[in-house]
Every structure is written in C-alpha cells, then in structure tokens.
C-alpha cells in the first residue's frame, strides 16, 4: 500500500467547511483512497473511498486531484462532533480482505 | 442491533496470566481483524482472518493468537500477558471493503501490571 502524508493537526470553527489534505504520491492505478475517522475513546469510523472520480456521501465529499497524487476530505460543515482523529488511507482495489494499515493521522480539532 | 461487539470493555491482568477478548459480529462477514492502538499512536495491525478456519499474521502478532472457527468470531488470545501488551484492542470485520469499508468493535482497555 502507497504511503500517506497528513499534517499532524488542524483546527476549524464550527459551521464552516472543514478541508482535510492528504498526500499520497506513489499511489499506484489500482489503489483506492480511504478515510476513516476515530473520535476519542471509539473504534475507528468509515467515512469514505474514492478511486479518482470526486465522491459524496452523507457525511462528506472527497476530492482526489487529476493524477491522483493528493487528496482533501471535505466536512462541508462542520460541528462538535467532527472533532476527531482523520485518517487517510491508500490500499489496492480489492484488497480488504488483510486488515488495514493506520498512519498518524490528522487531529481535527472544530472551534466553537 | 448489528454491528462489531467487543467484550470485555476494561480488564486488569497481572503478568504472566493468560486471557482471551472476545469479538463477534452479525453481518455475516467474511473479513476480520485484530488491532491495537498505544496512546498517541494509531492502529497497528494484530492478526486478520479471510474466512471461517483462515488466519494469518499482521504487523504486530508476537504474543497472540487468534483462531476462527466460525464466521460470526473471531476471539483474540493473550498467552502470558506484559506490562508491554497494555493497549487499547479493537476488533473490525467488513464484507467488501471497497463497496463499504470496515466496522469497529468499541474496543477492550486492557492494562497489565
């Protein structure tokens, strides 16, 4: 799986759009971009994948460039609840089946 | 309610006693996996099963093991537990990762001393 870059943390007040980066240059054609997020104490939440196409979901949006070497996850706005830790992923397509392999992450911290 | 049921939430065990955490989910799914994450840090991959009766290693095996024996579980064991096992432990099962992603357990706070 390629590897990830995230800035260790961000900060975002509450109702605006929340713009999460991730860097994944060595992505390779068949690998998928994931996001997941933890919120403090919880298990780890799927938020959302694309392969290159701009993908929406209930929860968020996620834009992948046109070579595909960048990512941002977009919360389009913002709440308490979105305080948490963001986690970017790249695997191959198909490859769910061996457990996931976890970064750092990002430490979204939304302001009131 | 469906989901990823991780028990126990908290255990202390003393050093060198052995314990199994249990995992069972009800979504009938054929992927599951085993992960612990130490303060600050994220996941790191334990042992993962593709099916009933198929495991294998991840990143992080040393001093577990893990059998499936059926879909539904997936139970973790601690050998001879160490202080260094002290971790927050999360199960995770999907049924096609690239069509809906994994489902985590709420997790088991294990501290040995």
């Known amino acids: 799986d390629a590897k990830t870059t995230q800035p260790p943390s961000m900060d975002c007040a509450e109702g605006r759009a929340a713009n999460l980066p991730c860097n994944h240059s060595?992505?390779?054609?068949?690998?998928?971009v994931y996001w997941y997020r933890q919120i403090h104490s919880q298990g780890p939440q799927y938020i959302i994948h694309?392969?290159?196409n701009n993908e929406t979901n209930e929860m968020a949006s996620l834009i992948i460039t046109e070579d595909r070497k960048s990512s941002t996850l977009i919360l389009p706005h913002a709440t308490l609840r979105d305080t948490a830790v963001y986690y970017c992923?790249?695997?191959?397509?198909?490859?769910?089946?061996?457990?996931?392999?976890f970064g750092k992450g990002t430490h979204l911290i939304i302001q009131p | 309610n469906a989901g990823v049921t991780q028990t126990p939430k908290f255990q202390v065990l003393k050093t060198g006693q052995s314990m199994t955490l249990q995992c069972a989910q009800d979504?009938?799914?054929?992927?599951m996996s085993w992960y612990r994450q130490d303060p600050g840090m994220g996941l790191r991959l334990i042992h993962y099963?593709?099916?009933?009766?198929?495991?294998d290693q991840g990143e992080v095996p040393n001093g577990y093991n893990v059998s499936r024996s059926t879909t539904e579980d997936f139970p973790l064991r601690l050998l001879s537990a160490a202080p260094s096992q002290t971790s927050v432990y999360f199960c995770?099962?999907?049924?096609?990762?690239?069509?809906?992603?994994?489902?985590f357990g709420s997790g088991t706070r294990l501290t040995v001393v």
């Open positions: 995770a099962s999907s049924y096609s990762e690239t069509q809906y992603g994994y489902t």
């Open positions: 060595t992505i390779s054609g068949n690998e998928y």
């Open positions: 694309g392969l290159k």
């Open positions: 992923i790249v695997r191959v397509e198909g490859g769910g089946a061996d457990g996931l392999t």
């Open positions: 979504m009938n799914h054929e992927y």
């Open positions: 099963s593709v099916g009933a009766g198929i495991t």
